[in-house]
């Protein structure tokens, strides 16, 4: 099977009532034990590299480790670029075979925002990728503070940019290793009465299974990124790997030992908002 656009993966989850995984990957490891966890549950899965990913490793060689894993699997697999900053940034994805390109002008004022958001969007589709946007601002816990979406900007921005996806700010906030964001669903419904594409939730692990659930079941939220609760997995487990015995060192043995624990963190969750959860 080949990497597929995220408008494959997501139309067909709003229109199921169901959302999709964006999972936040790091390394080998736990890209690998994503894409196990989808084929073990029969769910897609979204594979995101991020700005600290792109940090560690080039998206040259991100873009082959998507594509191998993609063709190997037996579902559907996304290979998504997580915040570009750039025009540059999303082409350079697009160039090393990702299949989807998020790019972020949420810091912007909003005619900045639709303006390189739409430039992207037209590139991207020139190349059968998708292409999401952002409007509001998602915050950070511990950081900067959030801005809601507004209904009407998100409207105006949805019609004018083409974006395939529409990431929103409603109660959610990155990096939050509580299950502590309270979602506002009188904004996520009136977000969705004014436009028609899929929403994504960004600080997916924030906010608890049961309103994950609710969101995908009764609203136009289609996928959830998910980092924090991933990275915490895959930290608990090489603790206690090391712990396990101090005399070891061997890097491949120690990190074989976290792919198991991510791959039944990554089953519960992408089960608990796909179209059987």
Request: hydrophobic share 40%; aromatic share 6%.
């Amino acid at each position: 099977m080949t990497l597929a656009s995220l408008s494959e993966v997501l139309n067909p989850a709003r229109k199921g009532g169901y959302a999709v995984g964006g999972l936040v990957v790091l390394g080998w490891e736990d890209a690998r034990a994503f894409v196990r966890a989808g084929e073990a549950e029969g769910l897609p899965v979204i594979l995101q590299a991020g700005p600290a990913c792109r940090k560690h490793t080039p998206l040259s060689v991100l873009g082959e480790m998507f594509k191998i894993l993609g063709k190997n699997a037996g579902i559907p697999v996304v290979a998504h670029l997580d915040h570009g900053n750039s025009l540059e940034e999303c082409r350079e994805a697009i160039e090393c075979g990702f299949t989807s390109v998020m790019f972020d002008g949420s810091r912007n004022v909003i005619s900045e925002n639709i303006d390189q958001t739409a430039v992207v969007a037209e590139m991207a589709h020139a190349y059968d990728v998708s292409c999401e946007g952002e409007i509001g601002f998602v915050g950070y816990d511990g950081g900067e503070d959030s801005a809601r979406t507004d209904p009407e900007e998100a409207a105006r921005f949805a019609r004018e940019t083409k974006v395939d996806a529409l990431a929103v700010s409603v109660g959610n906030v990155h990096l939050q290793q509580r299950k502590a964001a309270k979602i506002d669903f009188d904004a996520v419904r009136a977000i969705e009465s004014a436009t028609s594409v899929p929403l994504v939730i960004h600080g997916g692990s924030g906010i608890d299974a049961s309103t994950r659930r609710k969101l995908a079941r009764t609203t136009a939220v289609s996928k959830f990124n998910i980092g924090t609760e991933l990275r915490m997995a895959f930290g608990n487990s090489l603790r206690a790997a090391v712990n396990l015995d101090r005399e070891r060192f061997d890097r491949i043995q120690l990190l074989s030992e976290t792919e198991k624990p991510v791959e039944v963190a990554a089953r519960e969750i992408i089960r608990s908002f796909g179209p059987g959860g």
